[in-house]
């Protein structure tokens, strides 16, 4: 006969001490301040992430708006001109071979003793030195002049270039150029037309004149004195007659005396 044998285990049930009221409480208010802490957190990292971001776009439009502006100032500065010829003007007609006083101004002043102004007219070399008209002196180029004379080269007829250049012994990159055209006309060219119309009005006033004279107009005294005239040469004529009457009968004497 087989006999089982059953082990029955007893389990002994451990009970734990229940927390009181107030530990749950203070459980309860650090889980919700530790909650608290971790949202603060997490809203600060937000905040300086987006504060983070607004500075580096403010930032980028910064140094956009400066690159901008100083675009806009070197682009500015780039369309000053350092020398400039303000006469004579350009297309301006001249006088050929007369002499010509050119006049300009330049960005140079008193303090710029290393910096002038020369001028060549039609590449007729070399560049020939302006004088300096400036207030500052006999240095300062913001105004200057150059004087185009026979010694060095005169305004030819037709088309003629006039060039200017500011230049700087220790600033190469301040070196700059001027130019204007001209055209040089002939001046006994616009005068010869003058004798020609004077002569044809002159000829026209002489011929006028000796119509006028060839068919003067009777005045009034003339008509009186032709009036005065008919009447004696009448008077006298009838008298001729009468006296030539008698003798004009006789053959022989009326022939001697006008007789037919």
Same mark, same amino acid.
């Given at each position: 006969?087989?006999? !089982?044998?059953?082990?029955?285990?007893?389990?002994?049930?451990?009970?734990?001490?229940?927390?009181?009221?107030?530990?749950?409480?203070?459980?309860?208010?650090?889980?919700?301040?530790?909650?608290?802490?971790?949202?603060?957190?997490?809203?600060?990292?937000?905040?300086?992430?987006?504060? !983070?971001?607004?500075?580096?776009?403010?930032?980028?439009?910064?140094?956009?708006?400066?690159?901008?502006?100083?675009?806009?100032?070197?682009?500015?500065?780039?369309?000053?001109?350092?020398?400039?010829?303000?006469?004579?003007?350009?297309?301006?007609?001249?006088?050929?071979?007369?002499?010509?006083?050119?006049?300009?101004?330049?960005?140079?002043?008193?303090?710029?003793?290393?910096?002038?102004?020369?001028?060549?007219?039609?590449?007729?070399?070399?560049?020939?030195?302006?004088?300096?008209?400036?207030?500052?002196?006999?240095?300062?180029?913001?105004?200057?002049?150059?004087?185009?004379?026979?010694?060095?080269? $005169?305004?030819?007829?037709?088309?003629?270039?006039?060039?200017?250049?500011?230049?700087?012994?220790?600033?190469?990159?301040?070196?700059?150029?001027?130019?204007?055209?001209?055209?040089?006309?002939?001046?006994?060219?616009?005068?010869?037309?003058?004798?020609?119309?004077?002569?044809?009005? $002159?000829?026209?006033?002489?011929?006028?004149?000796?119509?006028?004279?060839?068919?003067?107009?009777?005045?009034?005294?003339?008509?009186?004195?032709?009036?005065?005239?008919?009447?004696?040469?009448?008077?006298?004529?009838?008298?001729?007659?009468?006296?030539?009457?008698?003798?004009?009968?006789?053959?022989?004497?009326?022939?001697?005396?006008?007789?037919?």
């Amino acid at each position: 006969m087989v006999t !089982l044998s059953v082990v029955i285990e007893k389990h002994e049930t451990v009970k734990y001490p229940l927390l009181s009221s107030s530990a749950m409480i203070n459980i309860t208010s650090l889980v919700f301040v530790l909650t608290l802490s971790l949202g603060v957190m997490l809203a600060s990292i937000a905040t300086c992430e987006g504060l !983070l971001r607004a500075f580096a776009q403010d930032n980028q439009t910064r140094a956009t708006s400066s690159s901008s502006v100083a675009a806009s100032l070197s682009g500015s500065q780039s369309h000053i001109p350092k020398i400039k010829i303000t006469s004579p003007t350009r297309d301006q007609q001249l006088p050929a071979g007369k002499d010509l006083t050119v006049y300009g101004i330049s960005i140079d002043n008193a303090t710029s003793n290393d910096c002038k102004v020369s001028v060549i007219v039609n590449k007729v070399r070399p560049y020939q030195p302006a004088t300096a008209t400036g207030p500052g002196g006999a240095t300062d180029y913001s105004k200057w002049k150059f004087d185009i004379t026979s010694k060095y080269t $005169t305004i030819k007829q037709g088309d003629n270039r006039i060039t200017s250049k500011y230049e700087c012994a220790n600033n190469p990159d301040a070196n700059s150029f001027s130019s204007v055209n001209l055209t040089g006309i002939s001046s006994t060219g616009t005068t010869a037309a003058s004798p020609s119309v004077s002569s044809n009005q $002159t000829n026209s006033s002489s011929s006028s004149s000796t119509s006028s004279t060839s068919l003067p107009a009777p005045s009034s005294d003339a008509n009186q004195i032709a009036k005065q005239q008919q009447p004696a040469a009448n008077n006298n004529g009838a008298r001729n007659s009468t006296t030539a009457s008698p003798l004009a009968n006789i053959p022989v004497i009326g022939k001697l005396f006008g007789g037919k």
